[in-house]
């Protein structure tokens, strides 16, 4: 569990997720040009694969090859993780 906090300690890696949230199932050039141009982020393609072997290490990103393409899913089961061990109380709005 420690591994998806300090995966989440990152803004970018945040926005990472917030864009695989939005439309799963992207290439790393696509979630560049998303960073780029939503976000003003100019992350190199190595620093962005770095954040996203962060986020597989910690099993929120799960990655699939298709021919010369590699594709991000967005693994929302850690989070679930942590909202069964700290539930919210029932009167929380």
Known sequence: MADVYRALDDETRRL???ELAARDGQTLFEICTVLLTRHGRTSTRQAVSQHLAVLEEAGLVVTERRG???????DRSPLAEIARRWPLPEDVP
Do not use: I
């Open 16 to 18: 990472v997720l917030d």
């Open 68 to 74: 010369r393409s590699k594709f991000h899913h967005f």
